[in-house]
């Protein structure tokens, strides 16, 4: 059973605009939750987190959204530039666990 | 500053054989991940240890898997015999302490044949 979701394979969007990437997971106990960018042939990157204490977590054109209660979380990016064409993975982590839970992964195509 | 180390980065072998995949993380860092990644599953968590020891291995698919981390600074992951459905990239992370930020090598591509 896949516990973090990301059930939009690609999107793709015009340059200048904004991207969203969704991310949606079951498991209740999850507490810290990451964004992971990666480009082909490469491993990937670590791009910006949020605790579950918050619900907002902004970093320059990076903003990463949490709705507990939705059990949903959002990757915001503003405004897209050609260099954010990658796949994006969501990913989890529960309390007192060490260990890091991935999606499948969104291919962001960035159209110019 | 080197980054987290793997090869090879590409193998060819054919079903039957062993595969011994290697990992270099990075210089202080105490946790390491075995992770691979395929079409169907996305990035599948195999393997991890902290401080050598090996803490959770649920995700080995099975028994034709093991990882071993002699020290600080290596770690294999071995698949005997291999299947074409164990083609895949397989990724080594490394962390220092659990701070979710892990460090990525270049992946290895294994194919089956």
């Known amino acids: 059973d896949q516990q973090v979701k990301q059930n939009s394979p690609s999107l793709s969007v015009q340059e200048g605009r904004i991207s969203i990437l969704n991310c949606d997971y079951t498991?209740?106990?999850?507490?810290?939750f990451l964004w992971y960018k990666k480009y082909p042939a490469e491993g990937p990157t670590f791009l910006i987190s949020i605790s579950s204490i918050k619900d907002k977590n902004e970093d320059g054109r990076f903003t990463v959204f949490l709705n507990k209660s939705a059990k949903h979380l959002s990757l915001h990016i503003v405004p897209s530039q050609p260099g954010d064409s990658a796949v994006y993975f969501c990913a989890a982590s529960a309390v007192g666990d060490d260990k890091i839970i991935f999606g499948k992964g969104t291919r962001l195509h960035i159209l110019p | 500053d080197a980054g987290v180390i793997q090869s090879p980065r590409h193998e060819v072998t054919e079903m039957g054989q062993e595969v011994t995949l290697r990992c270099k993380p990075i210089?202080?860092?105490?946790?390491l991940f075995w992770y691979r990644q395929t079409m169907m599953r996305g990035l599948e968590l195999l393997i991890y240890f902290n401080n050598n020891v090996p803490i959770d291995d649920s995700g080995m698919p099975e028994d034709r898997f093991s990882a071993k981390m002699p020290n600080a600074s290596f770690s294999t992951l071995k698949i005997q015999p291999s299947e074409p459905r164990d083609s895949a990239v397989y990724f080594c992370a490394s962390s220092w302490g659990f701070t979710g930020e892990l460090f990525f090598g270049e992946g290895s591509r294994l194919t089956v044949l």
């Open positions: 498991n209740s106990m999850f507490d810290y």
């Open positions: 210089s202080g860092h105490d946790y």
